[in-house]
């Protein structure tokens, strides 16, 4: 078994992560870290650290402690946080991703899963399928600090051989942790509005079609793209990922089949031309190729999904 670390624990993704891979490989190998002891069951049931992603001296001296193989690098600033804020983004979003692969680099830990995102793409990008390599000239400061952390994964890789693997994540849409500052947000603030008010007011407007998963075919692709033997993992920047594309009103249309007297109205905010610069579909035929992905859930069973679980 690995000992693994997961850096970031507490955040929309870190949080399923982590039960899923206390599940899989034993709470003793799994030690989750994040900025702050909040008073939940990723803290109070299992190994925890507090760990600020931007202290290498913290992360080395839990990587020594606990004898770490793997760090799952999760904490970031997202798209519409770190717009507001883009000093500090590019400062958290770069330099924990160096702090982790320069210990990779030092023969410390041997293998790194670090997310990328589909905002690596931008408004010159091909909005439909998007192909693994195409124009990337992405506008915003989230999306120009994944593309650079992109391209220093794939050079560690070739020049120091450093294991790190990655993942561009579409919109993610789980019932049991709140999003946390993306412009893909709406998909999940929606289900919980549909169920306590019966209305939305959406920040994006009802044409704007983004690529989006559930968190559930989420983690499994990140544990899959991690358990593949190396020699599968022939793409060293970052693979793109997908499983479906909607627009507000198509997800609303699938939530009225279930509260018919739901209604949603739509007031774009400075969200809208974050996400008009994004793809709108994705091509993951690569992912497909070389380590097998295969989504489970679309627009249907994810709705049923969500609201049974909400309800
Ligand atoms: C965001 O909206 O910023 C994220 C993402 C697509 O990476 N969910």
Redesign the pocket.
């Known amino acids: 078994m690995p000992k693994i670390l997961i850096i970031g624990a507490c955040g929309q993704i870190g949080t399923e992560l982590t039960h899923k891979l206390r599940e899989k490989y034993g709470e003793e190998n799994v030690i989750a870290s994040d900025i702050r002891k909040l008073n939940n069951d990723i803290v109070n049931n299992g190994l925890f650290e507090v760990v600020n992603a931007l202290d290498f001296n913290q992360i080395e001296h839990i990587v020594e402690q606990y004898h770490i193989e793997e760090v799952y690098l999760m904490a970031a600033l997202?798209?519409?946080t770190a717009e507001k804020n883009p000093a500090f983004a590019w400062d958290l979003n770069m330099n924990s991703l160096f702090h982790v692969l320069n210990l990779a680099k030092a023969g410390k830990i041997k293998k790194i899963f670090w997310p990328s995102?589909?905002?690596v793409f931008g408004p010159t990008t091909p909005k439909h399928q998007t192909p693994q390599y195409t124009v990337m000239e992405p506008s915003t400061v989230?999306g120009i600090s994944?593309q650079c952390g992109e391209r220093w994964c794939e050079y560690y890789n070739h020049i120091y051989g450093v294991d790190v693997r990655s993942i561009r994540?579409?919109?993610?849409i789980s019932w049991s942790t709140p999003?946390g500052?993306?412009?893909?947000?709406y998909a999940v603030d929606i289900y919980h509005k549909a169920l306590s008010d019966g209305k939305y007011e959406c920040f994006l407007s009802e044409e704007t079609e983004?690529p989006m998963m559930y968190m559930d075919d989420a983690i499994r692709a990140t544990i899959s793209i991690m358990e593949a033997p190396a020699e599968n993992i022939k793409i060293r920047s970052s693979y793109n990922l997908a499983a479906i594309s909607f627009n507000p009103e198509q997800i609303a249309g699938e939530i009225k089949k279930h509260i018919p007297e739901f209604e949603i109205t739509y007031k774009p905010d400075f969200r809208q031309k974050?996400a008009d610069s994004?793809p709108a579909s994705i091509d993951d035929s690569e992912a497909r190729k070389d380590w097998g992905w295969k989504h489970d859930f679309d627009l249907d069973n994810m709705t049923s999904d969500m609201l049974d679980h909400l309800k």
């Open positions: 997202l798209s519409a995102s589909i905002a989230y994944k994540y579409p919109g993610l999003p500052g993306g412009t893909t947000d983004l974050i994004w």
